[in-house]
């Protein structure tokens, strides 16, 4: 997966041109700007920094990582319209600027390729990185018979894989995974209140997380 997204760094934002997409990524923008709005944000796995950018539109500050070299030097080619500070980190392995906590997190197009087995874990790690009562914030894709890449595979934890082709011609086996709304609610209700949004091509969910963070 992480050798994929260096590979695929140079034409990753080709995956924001599809046209049949246009109106649900505007909604999505018009979403994570209203909900991050004069915050304080954690980004994780931010890739090129195409949503940190619009979400530097409306928030404080940002604090974007990714595990990859390829993407961070495409996103910080960038510029912002808020503070955006870039590091490397693997959502497996935090660093030392995991101890920061901030107003709210955000995962945009990661929690697909988690495998299901580790979701919980990782959001257990997520969640003490941000303040009590803050957010959580995830967006990803809905599967679309036409429009998604095929599912090629099943494994036995119930994850799905596709067959993906870069403009290389090198051929990636990677773990994405589809969770419906059921799923969603079932992982976060523990962490906090939800709210579950499906456009067609997308899902969107905002957990605001308990005041004492205890998990219920
Ligand atoms: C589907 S892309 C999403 C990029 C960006 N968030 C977006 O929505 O445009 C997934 C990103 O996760 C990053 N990634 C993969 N494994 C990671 C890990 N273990 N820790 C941090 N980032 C990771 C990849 O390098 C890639 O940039």
Avoid at 79 to 108: K, N, Q
Avoid at 150 to 155: F, M, S
Avoid at 159 to 182: A, C, I, M, Y
């Amino acid at each position: 997966m992480v050798d994929y997204y260096r590979r695929r760094a140079p034409e990753y934002e080709a995956i924001y041109h599809k046209p049949e997409r246009q109106h649900d990524l505007a909604a999505l923008e018009g979403y994570l700007k209203k909900t991050f709005s004069d915050l304080d944000v954690l980004e994780i796995a931010c890739g090129t920094g195409y949503w940190t950018q619009r979400i530097a539109e409306t928030a404080r500050s940002i604090s974007a990582s990714d595990i990859s070299e390829e993407v961070l030097a495409i996103a910080t080619a960038k510029s912002y319209r808020c503070p955006v500070r870039f590091h490397i980190e693997d959502i497996y392995r935090p660093g030392h600027s995991a101890a920061a906590l901030h107003d709210a997190l955000f995962g945009g197009f990661i929690w697909s390729h988690i495998p299901r087995q580790q979701l919980t874990a990782v959001i257990e790690t997520l969640a003490a990185r941000v303040c009590a009562g803050g957010l959580l914030v995830f967006a990803d894709n809905r599967y679309v018979e036409g429009s998604s890449t095929p599912i090629h595979a099943h494994d036995a934890e119930g994850n799905t894989w596709q067959q993906r082709r870069l403009n290389d011609g090198s051929e990636h086996l990677v773990l994405k995974n589809f969770p419906d709304k059921s799923e969603l609610q079932t992982l976060l209700s523990a962490f906090g209140e939800l709210e579950v949004q499906e456009l067609t091509y997308f899902w969107m969910v905002k957990c605001r997380l308990f005041s004492n963070k205890m998990r219920h």
